[in-house]
């Protein structure tokens, strides 16, 4: 299986500071990788796909970086919105696996 | 829009099964895979099978092999996950997930609401 970790598994930041939050793999996945957002009580929404590109209504202050076996997540400009837990998941092989998520808090 | 919409929560005693159904709408049921993945308490999540809902074909992960069974109803555009042999280790929000494509389509597109499930004595 392809082991996929993530780090911090929390922080805290206030409104308008970027953040990054990195993923690394265990073997390369190529640009195989999605970023998700957890709120608490709610269904994941994927944010970004292959690495680097942006869901459709996804606001652009998100956005993705790497591949192969480091891949990161930004948030250039942190908004109150954006209170959660962001997780990783990789879909380089068929056994799908995922990070163990980040929580962000706004101070 | 895209909507998945499953079965409420269950309380289960161990050693039974669980069924979770999930309804689609707003868009062609049979073009994309469905996938099942859950989440246990203070755990990350983990991926269980996905079904070709065209084919019926389907994918366990080995973790769960031979205790999950997942199926399709094209006329009703549902789909359901059931696990059987529940323990109190399975207790945990179950979801079903939309791919972006039909067939070998990994890419988790589309949540479900998921739905909790407890199994407890």
């Known amino acids: 299986d392809i082991q996929m970790t993530q780090s911090p598994s929390t922080l805290s930041a206030s409104v308008g500071d970027r953040v990054t939050i990195t993923c690394r793999a265990s073997?390369?996945?190529?640009?195989?990788l999605a970023w998700h957002q957890q709120k608490p009580g709610k269904a994941p929404n994927l944010l970004i796909y292959k690495a680097s590109n942006l869901k459709s209504g996804v606001p652009s202050r998100f956005s993705g970086s790497g591949s192969g076996t480091e891949f990161t997540l930004t948030i250039s400009s942190l908004q109150p919105d954006d209170s959660a837990t962001y997780f990783c998941?990789?879909?380089?092989?068929?056994?799908?696996?995922f990070g163990g998520g980040t929580k962000v808090e706004i101070k | 829009q895209v909507q998945l919409v499953q079965s409420g929560a269950e309380v289960k005693k161990p050693g039974a099964s669980v069924k979770v159904s999930c309804k689609a709408s707003g868009y062609t049921f049979t073009s994309y895979t469905m996938h099942w993945v859950r989440q246990a308490p203070g755990q990350r999540f983990e991926w269980m099978g996905r079904?070709?809902?065209?084919?019926?074909?389907?994918k366990y992960s080995e973790k769960f092999q031979g205790r999950v069974t997942i199926t399709r109803d094209t006329s009703a555009s549902t789909a359901y996950m059931e696990l059987s042999s529940l323990t109190s280790e399975d207790t945990a929000a179950y979801y079903c997930?939309?791919?972006?494509?039909?067939?070998?389509?990994?890419?988790?597109?589309?949540w479900g609401q998921g739905t909790l499930v407890t199994v407890s004595a």
């Open positions: 998941q990789q879909y380089g092989s068929d056994l799908l696996t």
């Open positions: 079904i070709n809902t065209g084919n019926g074909n389907t």
């Open positions: 997930v939309r791919s972006d494509c039909g067939g070998d389509c990994y890419l988790l597109w589309h």
């Open positions: 073997q390369s996945i190529g640009s195989w």
